[in-house]
C-alpha cells in the first residue's frame, strides 16, 4: 500500500494559505472538483500529485530493489490518472475529427486496467495529422474567398472612381 494512503501522519504535504496542510487524498478530492473546469489539466496534476509522493520515500530508500518497488506501485498508482488523461485528450480529437466530418480509419484503440479507452500512438499521431491538414485547408479555402472579395470589392470602387470622376467632367 502507498504511504499516501496510511493516513494524515505520513503523507506528503504542502501549505496552502490558511496555514494547514493538505493530505495527498486531499489534494485529489480537490482536483477531483476542478475536473468539471479544466479536466485535462485536473487529471495531469492528480497523476503528479501521486507521482510526488512517492519521490521522498523513494529518495530516502536505500535498498535498490525496495525502490524498484517503489518505483513500480507509483507507476501503478498514477496510471489511472494517466489513463483518464489520454483517453479525454482522445475523446476531444475524435471530436475534432468528427466536426470537420472526417472518417478515420484504422484506428487502433488501447483499454487499460481501469477500463479508460483510449487510442494508441500511432493512431493519435494519425488523427491529429488528419485534423490539422483539414483545418489548414478550411483556413486556405477561407483566405482565397477573402482574397476574392477584397479584389473584386476594390475592382467594384475603382470602377464607381472611375465613372464619378466621368459624370463629374460632363
Known sequence: MADWRLGRDRCATVPDGRNEMLSVPRKIRLLDAAR?????WAMQRQALV???AFDSP?????????RANLASEREW???E?????????????????????LVPDGMEWVTDGYANRYLNDESLSRLHKLVVEENRKTWEFRFKVVGAAVGALTGLIG???GLVAIWKKK
Do not use: C, F
Open 58 to 66: 523513494m529518495a530516502k530508500e536505500k535498498d535498490m530493489n525496495v
Open 159 to 161: 470602377t464607381l472612381i
Open 81 to 101: 490518472y494517466w489513463g483518464a488523461l489520454a483517453e479525454y485528450r482522445s475523446e476531444q480529437l475524435l471530436a475534432r475529427a468528427r466536426t470537420l466530418y
Open 50 to 52: 501521486i507521482e510526488h
Open 77 to 79: 498508482e498514477s496510471s
Open 36 to 40: 468539471k473546469v479544466a479536466p485535462a
